[in-house]
């Protein structure tokens, strides 16, 4: 956040904001990321571009001397949207070879993930320049399907995107609410959590401490 908030002051002081960018600029991202709260609880998204608009909007009604021009512009979309490549993404223990298990069983993969104030693609892009596109074939973010997990709608598309069912499908996630509520509601063969956040008010159909050991439990479920 503090080198985000960087690079937008130095970028609208250049466009002649003024001194008060710099109280502007947490300011902006502030209620950017409100909008984005009080979309979610409709279990709705936005736009990558409707984040930046709500960063933009913001400068301009605190910084209304600001010039906006192409350079102005490129650093705010930086800022915003490509922080998920400033350091390499860390990788949770063990996923990788529960993928490449996965992957050799001949099943289908892919990323369904509601997104921070940075798009999904560019979340994509720093996680495909790990590897992980070695074994996902498709990224579903909240923020391009305007669905906000545990809404349907993201659930139905990565369905769609799939080409299956969801009786022949299983939601991996680290969240009651966000991934198992929904993708019991989405009607999913199984939901798995993972990891130690639980609920009691929602159960999953298999819980594990860690991700080592997903394809063995499927296996078990009778899910592979």
């Known amino acids: ?53 709500a960063v933009r909007q913001s400068m301009l009604q605190q910084c209304p001397n600001t010039v906006e021009n192409h350079q102005l512009l490129r650093s705010l979309e930086h800022a915003v949207c490509e922080s998920a490549s400033w350091e390499p993404p860390d990788i949770i223990d063990g996923a990788e070879s529960e993928l490449s298990a996965l992957h050799a069983r001949g099943l289908k993969l892919a990323v369904v993930s509601n997104t921070g104030l940075a798009p999904g693609r560019y979340v994509e892009r720093a996680l495909c320049e790990r590897g992980l596109d070695r074994w996902i074939e498709h990224w579903i973010w909240s923020d391009d399907i305007r669905s906000w997990k545990p809404g349907r709608a993201i659930f139905a598309e990565t369905l ?65």
């Open 160 to 224: 769609a995107r799939l080409n299956v069912n969801a009786i022949d499908t299983a939601f991996v996630g680290d969240t009651p609410e966000a991934d198992i509520l929904g993708a019991q509601s989405a009607g999913f063969a199984a939901a798995v959590l993972v990891g130690d956040k639980h609920d009691a008010a929602i159960p999953p159909d298999i819980a594990l401490p860690s991700i080592h050991g997903l394809s063995a439990a499927l296996a078990a479920a009778n899910l592979l």
């Open 1 to 53: 956040m503090r080198r985000r908030e960087r690079i937008l002051t130095e970028a609208y002081q250049r466009a002649a904001a003024g001194t008060g960018a710099a109280n502007a600029v947490p300011l902006a991202i502030r209620s950017a990321i409100d909008a984005l709260v009080l979309a979610h609880q409709s279990n709705v998204d936005l736009s990558g571009q409707d984040r930046l608009n």
